[in-house]
């Protein structure tokens, strides 16, 4: 089992930028795969940014790409999701993600592949 907690979020206004964190604890962190969704109000939650075991493969949606970056610090059992320039359309509750992994470059993209979830975190921008 892992447990993951996130936070960062906030209000913050058009053009702005946001780290958004999320801990882990309990597995080995080194053996999760990690991802970050987005859920909007009246919406389905969506796929935003993945990371496989050990950070060397990444992904993200194209409304995102060259915005936000997703990273991961094993040895502090964190994952992170930087937003810059963000915009209205990008505010939702934010969550982290985690499934068990084997030690290779796959990423997930969906989110029946996860198994681990955070309770969210707010982000809302303003315009």
């Known amino acids: 089992q892992v447990q993951l907690v996130e936070s960062g979020g906030g209000l913050v206004q058009t053009g702005g930028s946001l780290r958004l964190s999320c801990a882990a604890s309990g597995r080995t962190f080194s053996s999760v795969a990690m991802g970050w969704f987005r859920q909007a109000p009246g919406k389905e939650r969506e796929f935003v940014a993945a990371?496989?075991?050990?950070?060397?493969?990444?992904a993200v949606v194209d409304s995102v790409r060259g915005r936000f970056t997703i990273s991961r610090d094993n040895a502090k059992n964190m994952v992170y999701l930087q937003m810059n320039s963000l915009e209205p359309e990008d505010t939702a509750v934010y969550y982290c993600?985690?499934?068990?992994?084997?030690?290779?470059?796959?990423?997930?993209?969906?989110?029946?592949?996860?198994?681990?979830w955070g309770q969210g975190t707010q982000v809302t921008v303003s315009s």
């Open positions: 990371i496989n075991w050990n950070g060397g493969h990444t």
């Open positions: 993600a985690g499934r068990n992994s084997a030690s290779d470059g796959k990423v997930y993209l969906s989110t029946y592949e996860y198994s681990y």
